[in-house]
C-alpha cells in the first residue's frame, strides 16, 4: 500500500503577514511501487508570505 501526504498548518499574524509549515511525504513498501520509489524524496517545508 502507497501514499502521500500534504499535510499543512497556516497562521495568519496579521493582515498582510502569513506563514505556512507543511510537508510532502511519500510512502510505500516496495521501492519500486508509485509512491514507494519517493520516499526518500519527502520533505518539509516553512513559508512566510508578505502582502502589500
Given at each position: ?12 499574524i ?39
Open positions: 500500500m502507497d501514499f502521500y501526504l500534504r499535510p499543512k498548518v497556516n497562521y495568519k496579521n493582515d498582510r503577514l502569513i506563514t505556512e509549515l507543511g510537508g510532502n511525504i511519500f510512502g510505500g513498501r516496495k521501492d519500486y511501487t508509485l509512491f514507494g520509489q519517493f520516499q526518500n524524496n519527502s520533505n518539509v517545508y516553512l513559508s512566510i508570505r508578505y502582502g502589500f
